[in-house]
């Protein structure tokens, strides 16, 4: 038995693939382009890792399926930019 107050009430991460499973049904069909490799670059104005913008980032949890696709979208050319001036 969990003492009270030392994580007694469960975790959403605790069974990692019953989470997982429930995805879709919890947050939409669309997964996030989150890598979990946050490196904000102010200058471009995009993360570095994901490659949204500040305001995408905030704006995922609440947009519907069709902005979700319509930002992912906006990624690929965000990308595509970055490896074209890198490269």
Do not use: H, Q
């Amino acid at each position: 038995m969990r003492e009270v107050g030392k994580g007694s009430r469960p975790r959403p991460f605790e069974d990692r693939k019953r989470y997982e499973a429930n995805w879709d049904r919890i947050f939409g069909g669309v997964s996030s382009p989150c890598v979990e490799v946050c490196d904000l670059d102010f200058a471009a104005g995009f993360c570095r890792g994901c490659f949204r913008t500040l305001s995408e980032i905030e704006a995922w949890g609440f947009a519907s399926d069709e902005e979700k696709k319509a930002i992912l979208k906006k990624l690929e050319e965000r990308k595509s930019n970055v490896k074209n001036n890198d490269g």
